[in-house]
């Protein structure tokens, strides 16, 4: 008889983990996975009126010293009435209020075991600070996934300074940072965004070949993505990577969101182009805008 030689599980496991297509999944954090921007919750926590934050916020971003999507934090650092408020205690409980879009538990277990030959890393990088972030998806995505603004503070727990902002280019350095650390191909990153703060890494992946998703219809933002997906359920990112990247066709996708309890009730395909005509003779009229829906 021959003996039957059997191969450790860790080891069948290891060999599975390096046969799979090994991707970056980076996400966004205000508004991509939450519904509400965490600087509204901190503002109310700390009793300042959502008008006053957004006036203060405004004026920041006007200064054209601070990365967009950075202005939350050069508030938290700059302005009196939110440095002398402030503590690392708020930030955590602030986390606590944001509140989340459903199944990003689900998203998270979906890329990270239930993709065939396809294994998906998966991060947050967000202008955000980092405390905030951390408290809002702990339990569901690992701290050390999760890249965010981080403060120094002095022995009374007040800000001190900014050690890094993950905003705007800030956030290129953290994707080229991880595509070092995990020793994947620049065409191996997925990156999923909402607003105007998303521009430049976006740009950063797509000249690379990696794939960009839109989760809202900003009018910068949407020409850039590769794909745009409108949902009020974080599970809802799966269908362009599913599509675009593991290559599975309608049906399958459905069959996947069955199996897991979930129904895909609505499913619209529509292409808009927006176009503004005028005279060739370079004379403006006062007319509506011509708008042409393609249903794909």
């Known amino acids: 008889m021959h003996q039957l030689n059997h191969q450790p599980e860790t080891d069948i496991m290891t060999e599975?983990?390096?046969?799979?297509?090994?991707?970056?999944?980076?996400?966004?954090?205000d508004q991509t996975l939450s519904f509400n921007d965490s600087g509204y919750v901190l503002a109310e926590l700390l009793g300042i009126s959502a008008s006053e934050f957004e006036r203060k916020a405004t004026g920041m971003a006007?200064?054209?010293?601070?990365?967009?999507?950075?202005?939350?934090?050069?508030?938290?650092?700059?302005?009196?009435?939110?440095?002398?408020?402030?503590?690392p205690e708020h930030?955590?409980?602030?986390?606590?209020?944001?509140?989340?879009?459903?199944?990003?538990?689900l998203l998270h277990k979906f890329l990270s075991e239930?993709?065939?030959?396809?294994?998906?890393?998966?991060y947050v990088i967000s202008a955000g600070p980092v405390e905030v972030i951390r408290s809002a998806l702990e339990g569901i995505i690992p701290a050390d996934h999760i890249y965010g603004t981080e403060?120094?503070?002095?022995?009374?727990?007040?800000i001190e300074r900014i050690?890094?902002?993950?905003?705007?280019?800030?956030?290129?350095?953290?994707?080229?940072?991880l595509l070092e650390k995990l020793k994947t191909g620049p065409d191996r990153i997925v990156y999923v965004g909402d607003?105007?703060?998303?521009?430049?890494?976006?740009?950063?992946?797509?000249?690379?070949?990696?794939?960009?998703?839109?989760?809202?219809?900003?009018?910068?933002?949407?020409?850039?993505?590769?794909?745009?997906?409108?949902?009020?359920?974080?599970?809802?990112?799966l269908i362009p990577i599913l599509e675009e990247v593991v290559r599975w066709d309608p049906p399958r996708i459905r069959e996947l969101f069955d199996a897991n309890g979930l129904l895909i009730q609505q499913w619209d395909k529509v292409q808009t182009d927006v176009l503004t005509i005028v005279p060739n003779d370079g004379v403006v009229e006062e007319r509506p805008l011509l708008t042409v829906e393609e249903t794909a």
Not at 93 to 102: D, I, M, Q, Y
Not at 196 to 223: C, Q, W
């Open 16 to 29: 599975r983990t390096h046969t799979r297509k090994r991707y970056i999944f980076a996400s966004d954090f």
């Open 62 to 87: 006007k200064l054209n010293l601070v990365q967009q999507g950075g202005e939350l934090a050069y508030l938290l650092l700059h302005d009196p009435e939110f440095r002398s408020k402030v503590r």
């Open 91 to 105: 930030l955590y409980e602030a986390g606590k209020r944001v509140r989340l879009k459903p199944n990003i538990d």
């Open 114 to 122: 239930d993709i065939e030959d396809h294994h998906f890393d998966f």
């Open 151 to 158: 403060f120094e503070y002095n022995k009374n727990g007040e």
């Open 163 to 177: 050690l890094q902002v993950t905003a705007g280019y800030g956030k290129v350095a953290v994707i080229d940072q």
């Open 195 to 237: 607003g105007s703060s998303d521009i430049h890494v976006m740009l950063h992946i797509n000249r690379r070949d990696g794939f960009t998703i839109a989760v809202s219809e900003n009018k910068y933002l949407a020409p850039i993505a590769k794909r745009s997906v409108i949902s009020d359920s974080a599970s809802a990112i």
